[in-house]
């Protein structure tokens, strides 16, 4: 069975950045792509960046320009960088990760709470 952990998140002033990490652990055979969700007030859980096992990175529209994925693969790690944040990016963010061929994240983080002060 596969855990993921995350870690990173805090509270930061508007214009300020946050690195989150998530790394997995466990029986690890295969961890194909990568992401992040977030929950921020008043909107549904949403998927905010992936990276796929080759490298491919996508973003939600509203946040290209101001967040980076990355991730290590000998260190089964996903990283978000996040810069330029403001207080609408305030909210819970999960890491997930897929474990099958079909790019479906099925192994969750518990999520990690992400505060910015305007």
């Known amino acids: 069975q596969v855990h993921v952990v ?4 805090g509270s930061v002033q508007a214009g300020g950045s946050l690195r989150l990490s998530c790394a997995a652990s466990g029986r690890i055979f295969r961890i194909d792509a990568m992401g992040w969700h977030r929950q921020v007030q008043g909107n549904p859980r949403e998927e905010i960046a992936r990276i796929s096992g080759g490298g491919v990175t996508s973003y939600a ?3 290209k320009g101001r967040f980076t994925i990355s991730r290590d693969n000998a260190k089964d790690t996903v990283y978000l960088q996040m810069d330029d944040l403001n207080a609408e990016d305030t909210g819970v963010y999960y890491c997930g990760m897929a474990t ?6 099925d192994v969750w983080g518990q999520g990690i709470q992400v505060t910015v002060s305007s």
């Open 100 to 105: 099958g061929p079909n790019g479906r994240f």
């Open 61 to 63: 529209d509203s946040l």
């Open 6 to 9: 995350e870690s990173g998140g």
